[in-house]
């Protein structure tokens, strides 16, 4: 039972009557400025395409555990809005009703009334009435759900679960269940399912507000399921751990008391190349239990995935079964495609300590079966 925004507006009609009607791709488009203008610290991207019914729509992420707020501007001056808010927690909730009522607002929108909206609404009301009581136990409930269903596949022999995390790759881990904040154990799992609110921590945003625990929590995302450990090879990379770097100094500036990962964070600051005073307090207070990196596993083409080790940047090709890593650090390159049932399908190739940067593909043809004379691995370039 995860917790979904259904939402229906319309827009206001304009006090001009001889003004031609705004179509749906500026409204959207006034939509991205509009979250752009007020929330650009927490937008991760704003992409404008068309729905699977070939409407206009604008897709928001605004947190690493949450998946896309999308916008569909319909005929008629219509906006319809749907997000799943149970995979960050209560604060992302409130923000997000909070922040729609509020560009409702600023751009002439008209929500349908609680009991007009026939496919949704608000399941905790909180959208509608402004009362955040049943939010909380909204998603103390989502949680028990999901953490009963675990629990009873386990039981069945099942293996390999996670919540809340975002689809395009999966981890390798240590533990019953993988989230977006690390790992849960069976006893996590059983405590949890008992009692819900033992479960609070696995909520990266359960409090209202834009706080220095949300930033941290914030910052444990993108560590869990997005940083690569190595130097960055690629901007995007680098952006990543820079945005990495300003949540912890924010958070922590802000409280100092809450529990930071000051191994992590120095690592990061390290891949940057970031010194001073700052650097040197996180050096001195840097924890000495070793850090959980779980293999990432990212999906290349259906029916076919590739391992990768957390030190690999990947790039994939959407017309070919091809898989390219890149790595920056002299050793052993470990990684392989395969198809449904797992078979490893290249070996390990070893890498002279002189290529700073290989990249290695491995290429089939849409013909060619996955151990097949078509499909092979090759050293596309050396830095």
């Not at 940047?313 to 920056?328: F, I, K, L």
Request: glycine share 10%; charged share 20%.
């Amino acid at each position: 039972m995860s917790v979904k925004l259904a939402l229906a507006g319309r827009r206001r009609e304009s006090e001009h009557l001889f003004s031609p009607p705004e179509g749906p791709i500026p409204w959207l488009q006034r939509m991205s400025s509009w979250f752009h203008e007020r929330h650009v610290e927490l937008l991760e991207s704003a992409v404008l395409g068309t729905g699977p019914l070939g409407a206009p729509t604008l897709r928001l992420r605004l947190h690493p555990a949450a998946g896309d707020v999308a916008l569909v501007a319909t005929s008629g001056a219509h906006v319809s809005v749907s997000a799943e808010t149970s995979t960050v927690g209560p604060g992302y909730h409130r923000f997000l009703c909070d922040t729609l009522r509020a560009m409702g607002d600023a751009l002439g929108i008209v929500w349908a009334a609680e009991r007009a909206s026939s496919k949704g609404g608000d399941p905790t009301g909180y959208f509608h009435t402004g009362d955040a009581g049943p939010v909380d136990v909204h998603m103390l409930a989502s949680l028990q759900e999901a953490v009963g269903w675990v629990l009873r596949m386990r039981r069945q022999g099942e293996s390999g679960f996670a919540l809340s995390m975002r689809f395009g790759h999966t981890f390798e881990y240590p533990g019953a269940l993988l989230t977006p904040l690390g790992p849960r154990d069976t006893r996590w799992l059983v405590d949890v399912y008992e009692d819900p609110r033992r479960g609070i921590d696995v909520f990266p945003w359960w409090t209202p507000g834009i706080d220095a625990r949300m930033r941290l929590n914030r910052a444990r995302c993108r560590l869990w399921t997005d940083v690569v450990w190595r130097p960055p090879l690629l901007d995007d990379e680098r952006h990543l751990m820079r945005d990495v770097a300003r949540l912890l100094e924010q958070a922590w500036r802000e409280d100092p008391s809450l529990a930071y990962p000051w191994r992590e964070w120095q690592e990061v600051l390290g891949f940057l190349g970031v010194g001073g005073t700052l650097a040197e307090e996180v050096h001195q207070r840097a924890s000495q239990a070793p850090a959980a990196r779980p293999w990432a596993t990212g999906a290349v083409r259906s029916r076919w995935r590739c391992q990768r080790a957390g030190r690999f940047a990947s790039r994939g090709r959407s017309r070919r079964r091809t898989c390219r890593m890149e790595h920056g650090w002299p050793g052993t390159i470990g990684a392989a495609c395969a198809s449904s049932p797992w078979r490893t399908v290249a070996p390990t190739a070893s890498c002279p300590p002189s290529w700073s940067a290989a990249r290695w593909t491995w290429s089939t043809t849409a013909s060619g079966s996955a151990d097949g004379p078509h499909s092979a691995w090759s050293r596309a370039s050396a830095g």
